[in-house]
């Protein structure tokens, strides 16, 4: 059957729900203040995300049956999922982080695909904002990573 833009947007919050579920997993595994802020504050903006498209989808502003290529679906559904990902109780802390900071690349490059094949502007604004959100938590995860290995020496 052919997808509608409700279809995407479902997708998208089914994703959104399940970057959640990491990140409120990822924080049981530390006990790490930093990290424990870290990645509750990563989940609190995924909810954010989950609002909003609810949001969109809720408050019928666009046409839900507008038809959207199964691609695109297809993709968005996983934008926070990697491949060969091992359920998150194997991962060490270092492990966790390193999936967590492919998981917002790759969520940054679907958003960010999605902003540039939308063909209406207030969707293009909506993905726009998203794949910034997804950029920056990626750059926030690589620098509490970057704390956690050593790689940038010690913090005073
Ligand atoms: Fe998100
Ligand atoms: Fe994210």
Redesign the pocket.
């Known amino acids: 059957m052919a997808k509608t833009l409700n279809d995407l947007l479902d997708a998208a919050i089914r ?2 729900i399940a ?1 959640q579920k990491f990140y409120l997993a990822a924080l049981e595994k530390t006990n790490n203040p930093r990290l424990k802020e870290l990645f509750k504050s990563v989940a609190k ?2 909810k954010g ?1 989950e609002r909003i498209l609810k949001g969109v989808k809720e408050m019928g502003i666009y046409d839900g049956t507008l038809p959207v290529d199964e691609e695109s679906v297809r993709k968005i559904e996983n ?2 999922v990697i491949p060969d990902e091992e359920p998150i109780e194997e991962m060490s802390i270092e492990r966790a982080m390193e999936v967590a900071m492919k998981k917002e690349n790759k ?1 940054s490059q679907v958003y960010g695909h999605m902003e540039q094949t939308s063909t209406r502007d207030e969707l293009k604004k909506l993905f726009s904002s ?1 794949s910034s ?2 950029r920056r ?1 990626a750059k926030t995860i690589d620098e509490h990573y970057r704390i956690l290995t050593g790689q940038m020496g010690r913090e005073d």
């Open positions: 994703d959104e970057a903006e995924e995300h934008a926070h969520a998203l959100d997804e938590h």
